[in-house]
């Protein structure tokens, strides 16, 4: 069963307070994604380290429920 971007969104905003996440469904179906997620709490981590952040608050969902996740990510400008 597809998850919905809304699903997607209310996730990362939980696990990332302070996110700011912009959802984009690539191919129609509900499993493939594209995320830009943007958050102060990514100042000073490597980009790995921001996706796992990511993938952390999608809580073990990657790969099952959510088949494809582009993420892009990004420390929040002050």
């Not at 690539?26 to 996706?51: E, M, N, R, W």
């Not at 608050?57 to 099952?64: K, P």
């Amino acid at each position: 069963m597809p998850m919905h971007a809304d699903d997607i969104i209310s996730l990362i905003k939980d696990g990332i307070p302070g996110a700011e996440v912009e959802i984009q469904d690539l191919a129609g179906d509900g499993d493939h994604y594209a995320a830009t997620v943007v958050s102060p709490a990514f100042a000073g981590k490597s980009k790995i380290q921001q996706h796992q952040m990511v993938y952390a608050a999608l809580g073990g969902r990657m790969g099952g429920v959510l088949h494809a996740l582009k993420l892009t990510t990004m420390a929040q400008k002050p």
